[in-house]
């Protein structure tokens, strides 16, 4: 659907914004699914930022963002491929099926208020959007196990969540700040509080080699063990927590030229 022609009171209905819906959103889960490995090598961390688009013809694409100011249309997730080998595999494609989700809404609802939906309208678009599985219940299994749960027979209810919306157990690399490099000997004793004082104000940036930013997020690599400022290894705290093992740039080089 060609959102730059035309005016915002082109003739168009909620069903043709809701087949271009489903046209972006079925090649989006051919590339996270039937296609992964493809997409997997496509999403290289030493290019530039890209992006995975889906198009209304049921195919996908992974390249970089639009170059035009503002785009024709709202923008995918910026980068999805720098965090590809900071990341479980299952967990890294969860994550860019959540930001896919959230783009394909953002379409459908910018198409909606481009051409003038009234509420009616609006409220039919989301009613069939609703209707569909989420691209993160695909990927992740949620929309088979929650078609196994509604037994066809069964008139009761369930108030129980999904275990996919679970809170996920904090990684020992996520901190909001940088704590003293010290990995055993955790006992308390007064003895040791200025030691990891000095020790955490002494701890650089293994990126930036500064120290600065105490209260900002930083992350530690699982492989060397150094610390990072969130800012400068591009990771935020949203995304690590959905990292099991993080690599900093070095380490994930290492093991790419190994």
């Given amino acids: 659907m060609d959102g730059g022609s035309g005016g915002p009171y082109t003739s168009r209905t909620a069903e043709e914004v809701f087949r ?22 496509l999403c290289d961390p030493e290019k530039e930022n890209l992006c995975l688009y889906g198009y209304p013809n049921e195919t996908w694409e992974v390249t970089l963002p639009a170059e035009e100011v503002p785009p024709e249309i709202p923008e995918p997730a910026l980068g999805i ?4 080998d900071g990341m479980n595999e299952k967990d890294w494609l969860a994550l860019v099926a959540v930001h896919s989700d959230s783009w394909l809404l953002a379409v459908a609802f910018y198409f909606a208020a481009r051409f003038g ?4 309208a609006r409220r039919r678009l989301f009613n069939m959007i609703n209707n569909l599985p989420t691209i993160f219940e695909v990927v992740t299994g949620a929309a088979k196990k929650q078609t ?26 996520k901190a909001p700040k940088p704590p003293a490099p010290l990995k055993d000997d955790d006992e308390s ?13 002494n701890t650089l940036c293994g990126s930036c080699g500064t120290n600065d930013g105490k209260d900002e ?25 959905h990292i099991k093992h993080y690599k900093c740039p070095d380490c994930s080089n290492k093991r790419a030229r190994a």
């Avoid at 271009?20 to 090598?41: C, H, P, S, W």
């Avoid at 491929?81 to 590809?84: E, K, M, S, V």
Wanted: with cysteine; hydrophobic share 20%; glycine share 6%.
């Fill in 117 to 120: 939906f009234d509420k009616e």
């Fill in 189 to 201: 004793g007064e003895d040791y509080g200025d030691e990891e004082e000095e020790e955490r104000d």
């Fill in 148 to 173: 196994k749960e509604k037994a066809p027979n069964s008139t009761s209810k369930s108030n129980k969540p999904s275990s996919k919306m679970q809170s996920r157990p904090e990684s020992h690399s």
């Fill in 20 to 41: 271009d819906f489903r046209g972006r959103r079925a090649g989006m889960i051919k590339a996270l699914t039937n296609d992964v490995e493809k997409f997997y090598q």
């Fill in 81 to 84: 491929n720098f965090a590809r």
């Fill in 217 to 241: 997020f930083w992350i530690c690599c699982d492989s060397c063990e150094r610390w990072y400022h969130g800012k400068c290894v591009k990771i935020t705290p949203a995304r690590a927590e």
